[in-house]
C-alpha cells in the first residue's frame, strides 16, 4: 500500500506564500502523475495543478502564473509553490498520484489534506 502525507499548509494574509509539500512512501515501484486539488467550503473539489513523471505541467486558470507544481522523482515527493495568495484560495489541498505498485499495477492514491487559510 502507499501512503501520501501532505505538509506546508496555514494562515496567510492576503499576497503571501505558502509552500506546500507532499511525499508518498509505501510499495511504490514509480509514480506516474501527480497532482494538487483542492475543496473550498460549500464547493467541489478542484484540479490546482498537474505534472507528468517528465515534468510537463498543467494549471487551473485560476492559479496560474501565481502557483507552481514541481517534484523530485528521486525522493517520491511533489510540491506547490503558492504566491500572491487571495482569500479565495481557502480550501483544504489534497495531493494525488498515480502510483505503479510492486506488482505494476497503477492505481490513484490522496493525502488526507492541508488547510491552506487566506485571511486577514
Known amino acids: 500500500q502507499v501512503q501520501l502525507v501532505e505538509s506546508g499548509g496555514g494562515l496567510v494574509q492576503p499576497g503571501g506564500s505558502l509552500r506546500l509539500s507532499c511525499a508518498a512512501s509505501?510499495?511504490?515501484?514509480?509514480?506516474?502523475?501527480m497532482g494538487w486539488y483542492r475543496q473550498a467550503p460549500g464547493k467541489q473539489r478542484e484540479q490546482v495543478a498537474g505534472?507528468?513523471?517528465?515534468?510537463?505541467?498543467n494549471y487551473a486558470a485560476s492559479v496560474k502564473g501565481r502557483f507552481t507544481i514541481s517534484r523530485d522523482n528521486a525522493k517520491n515527493a511533489v510540491y506547490l509553490q503558492m504566491n500572491s495568495l487571495k482569500p479565495e484560495d481557502t480550501a483544504v489541498y489534497y495531493c494525488?498520484?498515480?502510483?505503479?505498485?510492486?506488482?505494476?499495477?497503477?492505481?490513484?492514491?490522496w493525502g488526507e489534506g492541508t488547510q491552506v487559510t487566506v485571511s486577514s
Open positions: 494525488s498520484a498515480v502510483v505503479l505498485d510492486a506488482g505494476l499495477v497503477p492505481r490513484n492514491y
Open positions: 509505501g510499495s511504490i515501484f514509480s509514480i506516474n502523475t
Open positions: 505534472i507528468t513523471r517528465g515534468g510537463s505541467t
